[in-house]
Antibody, heavy 114, light 107 residues
Framework: EVQLVESGGGLVQPGRSLRLSCTTS????????LYWVRQAPGKGLEWVGF??????????DYAASVKGRFTISRDDSKGIAYLQMNSLRMEDTGVYYC?????WGQGTLVTVSS | SYDLTQPPSVSVSPGQTARITCSGDALPKQYTYWYQQKPGQAPVLVIYKDSERPSGIPERFSGSSSGTTVTLTISGVQAEDEADYHCQSGDSSGSWVFGGGTKLTVL
């Protein structure tokens, strides 16, 4: 069974950092690009960024709203992807999902508030 | 990057046909994907590559494309289809873009 499980969310003050993890199982993680998508309370889905597979250099791309503050990485040996979030802002509040497109995790809530 | 435009809401009675549109200048060159999202749940892929249906998705869900507009059609709408529907496309680099989402209400 394919699973993606996000973890690491929580309450954090503006300007601080947080690292989310996406732990996968049930498929060959290294063959897939991994995307992060977020959803602010009561709003639509917003693409955050993605990391390509090793075959494509594990290169990354980010939405303009997070570029320079967020970093995505992956450890194919563990089947885990990470989203390092620095200089967090209140507008970064929301549920963060990891996905390979067909399969999505259940999300982890990040709340940025003082 | 570019924008995808969806109507904020669509309402239909049970058994009728619901059509949800998604418009964007790049859609003739890029595939579109549709996700269903119920309250408190993660999105579920219901249509991929404009008109393909993943296994396990009911046949009443279909997708079509014409120019800069793609359409998700739900035939014979059921109460369980009430949800938010999000279209998603991308660009040549692999980046994604989402529409604003459409709330489908089954009257």
């Amino acid at each position: 069974e394919v699973q993606l499980v996000e973890s690491g969310g929580g309450l954090v003050q503006p300007g601080r950092s947080l690292r989310l993890s996406c732990t996968t199982s049930g498929f060959t993680f290294g063959d897939y690009a991994l995307y992060w998508v977020r959803q602010a309370p009561g709003k639509g889905l917003e693409w955050v960024g993605f990391i390509r597979s090793k075959a494509y250099g594990e290169t990354t791309d980010y939405a303009a709203s997070v570029k320079g503050r967020f970093t995505i990485s992956r450890d194919d040996s563990k089947g885990i992807a990470y989203l390092q979030m620095n200089s967090l802002r209140m507008e970064d509040t929301g549920v963060y999902y990891c996905t390979i497109g067909v399969y999505w995790g259940q999300g982890t809530l990040v709340t940025v508030s003082s | 990057s570019y924008d995808l435009t969806q109507p904020p809401s669509v309402s239909v009675s049970p058994g009728q046909t619901a059509r949800i549109t998604c418009s964007g200048d790049a859609l003739p060159k890029q595939y579109t994907y549709w996700y269903q999202q119920k309250p408190g749940q993660a999105p579920v892929l219901v249509i991929y590559k404009d008109s393909e249906r993943p296994s396990g998705i009911p046949e009443r869900f279909s997708g079509s494309s014409s120019g800069t507009t793609v359409t998700l059609t739900i035939s014979g709408v059921q109460a369980e289809d009430e949800a938010d529907y999000h279209c998603q496309s991308g660009d040549s680099s692999g980046s994604w873009v989402f529409g604003g989402g459409t709330k489908l209400t089954v009257l």
